[in-house]
């Protein structure tokens, strides 16, 4: 066999291959597209397609349930017994009008919202409903126990154990049963944002439901109004017992208090301290005062106590200082002004001289009394600031003496302080119980009485089959995305794309169990071999090269439409005039040769074990530019010989002659070759059988080719039913119960190979 390269080209081996691919094996591809977020818009689109989807894949199961619950809704509400409602509405106050502040003693909730939920929750009460039934005589109406509806469940238990003829019941029990009639039919709407409540029954008589509506009002006033009395009552004979024991308490405290005052000569002057208290606070605060004195006497002294200087303010705020300063200041005036004409020894001059030394001597007397008053003061300020500190120390030990006696004083004094505010509390709010026990105020009003009804309030046709269609619809959509979730097989695109995260290179399509796989890939116009022309123009566009030069094509399992697909993929790039080479790689359960009936007794299993040359084992085919290399015989070891280094020197051998080599092998899931020939390849693409690949058998051998480092550039689905799938159109062909897939034979094979092949 001869390249259709140009000879001055250079051929393109394996290890060229390999060399420029990236480091990471599915950069080159784009990745799985796992880490790929959508936008917003798209993700939106993308999730209305797929409900949109779910919905026409499963609507007969859609239609069944919704047709069913409509006429079970249907048929419920013809068969009951239409019902009256008549409304009360009441007036609920949280409190009463008092005639005595404090009077009223029943318990007050904490909030308007908890006594209003108090009052609603007693209206819906056991104990008011047997009330009512007094109040109403149910119990004397055989009517009101007749069953309201018809019940499949009653009839057939009715049937199934007949009534036993037995002693009439009791009043009590009589009550008791129209009470829990009672419950069942009530109905207590609070008005929101009022004080307001409806009250509503309903029964198949009109003028009893007017009846019980009106009764359940007078009960729950009466048995408010009953409430109070009793809680009045109550609470005298309590507070009567309480006051005399308050009062033995009061007195036998307040004899304990003044035995212990006595004993340990404790007299209090105040609400709050004693006489030693009193006389320390107020030393203290004398002690203060003088301490400040001293220590201002004390900077006025010692400012002046070592300087002889006049310009102090101790000095100078001295009125006879300030004199002679004054005079001094003359005298040395006049002798500078009679030094002009005189010698400082004329006796004028002398004279003068005198007086000024007079004038500085008595200066100087001036200065020593206002030092000496000076210190006096200080001295005076430190020996009372000495006196009233060693009072203050004497006053503070009696002090605490005094508090360590008064410990136990002062706890009798608040147990008598506490047992007379108790005693005075106690009386008092007797009084007042005693005033209001006998005012009978009430905080519920009726304000729209009952009203007989003129028209039935239940049941309403038009509502409940609406409500049973919207139901119905609900839970049929409910159920089948149920379903949807459940079911693991891959029947779509979308899903396929999100289980496997892999890129849909092409979509093949289901044929027509009466149409021949075989005919349609000779047919070019069919929907079949064009999707296979969709798929190879893909190929061509997966590197940046174009076409792999190795493709390697697996299934996670049999079945699945990988065989025929290496065949059409491999046909189609024959077809364009380039030499490819099939390679079938599964040398477990080989059936390539059988399609295109060629010679299996040497081949892939023979070159790798050495027993031949991959020339001599290559077969030509009935299509132009198109060779094969069978498996070869089933070798023991066909793992290990897809390992050795005779497998690659194998793919670059091809290339230097074919321009595409395709590899068909086995399934992933159970066997190690995939994973050998994945690695081995430039690409791989996984193919999923529409209908019978499982979410989780693909994600497995997903898993198990990326840790072969073998490079994913897409998916391809296979017998993909469109109207089942859920897409509203479909092909008129596709793969039926004799397509050609792993470990499976198509029968009558070698009798239309030549036709499909054309001429060898």
């Known amino acids: 066999m001869t390249s259709p390269r140009d000879a001055n080209s250079t051929p393109l081996t394996y290890a060229d291959i390999r060399a420029l691919e990236p480091n990471d094996p ?230 304990a208090m003044l035995a212990f005052a006595e004993k340990e000569q404790i007299v209090s002057i105040g609400a709050s301290s004693s006489m030693v208290e009193t006389d320390l606070a107020n030393s203290s605060a004398a002690l203060g005062n003088i301490a400040r004195e001293r220590i201002k006497n004390e900077q006025l002294w010692r400012q002046v106590e070592k300087s002889d200087a006049l310009n102090f303010p101790q000095f100078l705020s001295s009125n006879a200082i300030d004199g002679l300063r004054a005079k001094r200041n003359d005298l040395v005036t006049e002798y500078q002004e009679k030094l002009q004409t005189f010698k400082p020894s004329y006796p004028v001059m002398v004279q003068i001289k005198n007086k000024i030394g007079e004038v500085d001597r008595q200066l100087a007397a001036e200065v020593r009394t206002i030092r000496a008053s000076l210190k006096n003061a200080y001295e005076s300020s430190l020996s009372q600031e000495n006196e009233i500190t060693a009072r203050v120390a004497t006053l503070r030990t009696d002090v605490l003496d005094f508090q360590k006696r008064s410990i136990e004083y002062n706890i009798l004094k608040r147990e008598v302080d506490t047992n007379r505010d108790l005693y005075n509390g106690l009386l008092q709010r007797y009084k007042e119980v005693d005033v209001a026990g006998g005012v009978g105020s009430n905080n519920v009003f009726v304000v729209d009485a009952a009203s007989l009804p003129s028209s039935p309030s239940s049941p309403q046709l038009m509502k409940s089959v609406l409500l049973a269609l919207f139901l119905g619809f609900g839970i049929s959509i409910a159920l089948a995305y149920v379903i949807e979730n459940f079911d693991d097989v891959i029947d779509s695109v979308e899903e396929a794309e999100r289980v496997g995260g892999l890129v849909t290179l092409g979509v093949i399509p289901l044929v027509n169990s009466r149409v021949d796989v075989k005919e349609a890939l000779l047919d070019a116009r069919s929907p079949l071999a064009e999707a296979y022309r969709s798929l190879c123009t893909s190929l061509q566009f997966t590197t940046p090269r174009g076409m792999p030069k190795t493709l390697f094509v697996t299934s996670a399992g049999a079945q699945e439409g990988k065989s025929i697909s290496s065949i059409a993929i491999t046909q189609h790039f024959a077809r364009l005039g380039l030499n490819v080479l099939l390679v079938d790689a599964d040398m477990r359960n080989p059936s390539l040769h059988k399609y295109l009936e060629a010679d299996n007794s040497v081949g892939l299993s023979s070159c790798l074990a050495g027993a031949c040359t991959p020339p001599d084992a290559i077969q030509k085919t009935a299509t132009p530019h198109l060779a094969f290399l069978s498996s070869g015989p089933l070798p023991p070891n066909a793992a290990d010989l897809l390992a050795s280094p005779h497998f690659m020197s194998l793919l670059s051998g091809s290339l230097e002659v074919f321009d595409l080599v395709i590899i068909d092998g086995p399934p992933v899931l159970g066997l190690a070759d995939a994973l050998l020939l994945s690695n081995a390849a430039e690409a791989t693409i996984f193919v999923m059988g529409s209908g019978l690949a499982r979410g989780g058998a693909v994600r497995s051998a997903l898993k198990r080719l990326e840790i072969s480092k073998g490079p994913l550039i897409g998916g391809v689905i296979t017998k993909l039913d469109a109207k089942t799938a859920g897409y509203g159109y479909g092909y008129s062909y596709g793969y039926g119960a004799d397509a050609f897939s792993y470990g499976t034979s198509v029968a009558s094979v070698r009798s239309t190979a030549h036709t499909i092949l054309g001429p060898s």
């Open 26 to 255: 599915y950069e080159m591809y784009g990745g799985r597209g796992l880490d790929q977020p959508l936008e917003k818009g798209a993700d939106f689109a993308r999730k209305m397609q797929a409900a949109l989807r779910i919905l026409l894949k499963r609507k007969g199961l859609i239609f069944a349930v919704t047709v069913a619950a409509f006429s079970l809704g249907t048929v419920r509400t013809l068969m009951m017994t239409p019902l009256y409602t008549s409304k009360i509405r009441l007036q609920i106050d949280r409190s009463v009008a008092k005639i005595v502040e404090g009077g009223n003693i029943t318990p007050v909730e904490g909030t308007d919202a908890e006594f209003l939920r108090t009052q609603y929750e007693l209206l819906l009460s056991r104990s008011l409903a047997e009330r009512v039934a007094q109040l109403a005589r149910l119990a004397d109406d055989q009517d009101f126990f007749r069953p309201r509806s018809f019940s499949f469940l009653a009839t057939i238990r009715s049937i199934l154990r007949p009534a036993q003829s037995g002693a009439p019941q009791s009043q009590r029990e009589l009550v008791s049963n129209a009470a829990a009639i009672v419950e069942q039919n009530i109905s207590v709407r609070p008005i929101p944002g009022s004080r307001l409540v409806d009250i509503s029954y309903s029964d198949p008589n009109p003028a009893r439901s007017q009846k019980i509506s009106a009764a359940y009002a007078n009960a729950f006033i009466a048995s408010n109004l009953d409430k109070r009395f009793e809680a009045n009552a109550y609470a005298k004979a309590f507070l009567e017992d309480q006051i005399k024991q308050l009062k033995l308490r009061l007195e036998q405290s307040e004899k």
